[in-house]
């Protein structure tokens, strides 16, 4: 026994469903891909944010250290001044 083939008609039917199979399947990664993109940008976005807070904290680090060191060369240079009136008990 031979198999049947598939009349034109049947034939049709079968590549008619398998093009709109595959239309939903590019309809679904089209989707994705936009939902994707959209979240790429969304990232980075928040990564230049991140980065100028970074860059503000960076900045205030600096600020701070300087201060800090004024503050103890300051404090190192009375403190030297001042020990030389210590008055020690008999």
């Known amino acids: ?13 079968i590549l008619d469903k398998q ?4 239309i939903e ?21 928040e990564l230049e944010n991140l980065n100028g807070v970074w860059r503000q ?5 600096v600020e701070v250290n ?7 060369r300051s404090a190192s240079e009375k403190g030297s001044a001042s020990s030389d009136y210590i008055v020690e008990p008999n």
């Open 66 to 72: 300087a201060t800090r060191n004024r503050f103890v």
């Open 19 to 22: 093009l709109h199979s595959l």
């Open 1 to 13: 026994m031979r198999e049947k083939k598939p009349t034109p008609a049947q034939r049709e039917r």
């Open 57 to 61: 904290l960076e900045t205030s680090s």
């Open 25 to 45: 399947q590019l309809a679904s990664k089209q989707a994705q891909a936009e939902g994707l993109v959209s979240e790429i940008h969304i990232k980075g976005m």
